[in-house]
């Protein structure tokens, strides 16, 4: 909510009417927001919300997350000039809430306010908090540059932890799967040398095959020839009037002969018949074996 005043950058909006009316638990999920964490950086009157929040003694959890929201707070004069940590000195506030202020910004230790004081000019009633006012600046600038150089140190020690930590455990995963593909490979090994003796094993089964039917067919054209030449050797030296004389006995002979000759033939092919399809069964078995 926005009012009609002559400062036209001044602004009351649900953060400054909390923290008027000092509700402080309410505060805590209205910095949980995106516009909660803007509005620590609206000035009403002059003060932005945590200098409100010192002036009414807000807790300690309300200060410090009013400062975390917005640490350059801390920086910024209020009425009267007076710096956060004025204010904090004034109100006699917590050690914790003062060394936070302190550590955002250690040159607010010697800033001046419109009565000419110093957060160190104000009596306190806890020694910590004077032993805190009383350090120099110098030692505060050193304090805040080596916690941050120690806190960059511990981000980057704990992100090298993290990162080891994803390495760890890609490392198992590699292991886990390092140890699943050497089963696979216990399982298949065992397969693929059987594999390659049944492919042994046809090779051979296949070379003898062809060997038997190499043999075979030798035989046939032999026993072939030798008959055909029998044939013609009678027929070219039995002159055809003898033929046509000779006995009945002998003209059964020769038909006898030739029936015989044509069992002889038909057995050779049957051999023949058996001996290519037990080609074909032996090559049926060889690529069964190999899709499996």
Request: aromatic fraction near 4%.
């Amino acid at each position: 909510q926005y009012f009609d005043h002559r400062d036209t950058t001044m602004v009351y909006d649900r953060l400054h009417d909390e923290i008027v009316h000092m509700k402080w638990a309410e505060i805590g999920a209205t910095l949980a927001t995106s516009d909660g964490k803007k509005m620590t950086k609206e000035p009403f009157k002059t003060d932005l919300p945590l200098h409100m929040a010192i002036e009414r003694n807000a807790p300690d959890k309300v200060l410090l997350d009013l400062l975390k929201a917005n640490p350059d707070a801390a920086t910024v004069f209020g009425k009267s000039g007076d710096l956060p940590l004025h204010l904090a000195t004034k109100k006699k506030m917590s050690v914790t809430f003062i060394k936070s202020l302190i550590k955002v910004f250690p040159e607010a230790l010697d800033e001046l306010n419109e009565a000419k004081e110093t957060p160190r000019d104000y009596p306190q009633t806890d020694a910590r908090v004077d032993e805190l006012l009383s350090r120099p600046t110098a030692c505060w600038v050193d304090t805040v540059e080596r916690d941050e150089y120690y806190g960059r140190k511990r981000s980057k020690i704990s992100e090298l932890q993290k990162k080891a930590a994803v390495l760890k455990e890609a490392l198992q995963q590699s292991q886990q799967t390092r140890e699943a593909i050497q089963q696979k490979i216990a399982v298949i090994e065992p397969m693929l040398e059987t594999q390659t003796l049944s492919n042994r094993e046809a090779v051979v089964q296949n070379n003898k095959v062809s060997l038997i039917e190499e043999e075979t067919a030798q035989e046939l054209r032999r026993l072939k020839e030798i008959v055909e030449s029998l044939e013609d050797k009678i027929m070219s030296e039995t002159p055809q009037d003898e033929l046509l004389q000779l006995s009945a006995m002998k003209k059964q002979h020769v038909l006898s002969v030739k029936k015989e000759y044509e069992k002889f033939r038909d057995v050779v092919e049957e051999i023949r018949k058996d001996i290519l399809r037990l080609k074909v069964k032996s090559r049926l078995h060889k690529s069964t074996q190999s899709s499996e």
